[in-house]
């Protein structure tokens, strides 16, 4: 089981990148809520016990963070902020960390009301898979 503050996760984007971290997390013992714009992606990682959630809100309500990994900027936007996005959510997560590959210019523009903070990037679904991945950006949405 999963040490420290973290426990309950949610995972928006299930894909390539997504899929895989999740069953390492899951593998750790965290508590897992996903959603995918996919459905059928989600199967494989519910079967190994993560949670389903109709909406990006319904994913990070209650949870600890938030985890995206998304294919654009355009799809980063509509997961926090669409009418069903994270930003809605009834009991928003104090922590949200994007791992989507949209550049440190969106980043920056998303998280404007927010802190951000980035970090390097190196590696790919193989790397993730293996756990050897680093984190591209980390965004801060809780209080200053």
């Given amino acids: 089981m999963s040490s420290g ?14 899929a895989p971290m999740t069953q390492r997390l899951l593998a ?11 459905p ?3 199967e494989r990682l519910i079967a190994a016990g993560a949670v389903p959630a109709r909406s990006p809100a319904e994913a ?25 996005g994270v930003a809605s959510a009834a009991h928003p997560a104090p922590l949200l960390v994007d791992f989507s590959t949209i550049g440190p210019a ?3 523009r998303l998280a404007e009301p927010h802190r951000a903070r980035d970090l390097p990037a190196r590696g790919g679904a193989g790397s993730v898979a293996q756990g050897s991945c680093r984190v591209d950006r980390i965004v801060f949405a809780g209080p200053p």
Avoid at 63 to 81: K, S, W, Y
């Fill in 5 to 18: 503050a973290l426990t309950k996760i949610a995972f928006i984007g299930t894909g390539l990148m997504g």
């Fill in 28 to 38: 750790a013992g965290y508590s897992m809520r996903v959603w995918n714009r996919t």
């Fill in 40 to 42: 059928p992606k989600l």
């Fill in 60 to 84: 990070a309500s209650e949870a600890d963070a938030v985890f995206i990994c998304v294919t654009d900027g355009a799809a980063v936007e509509a997961v926090l902020f669409a009418g069903d």
């Fill in 106 to 108: 969106a980043t920056l």
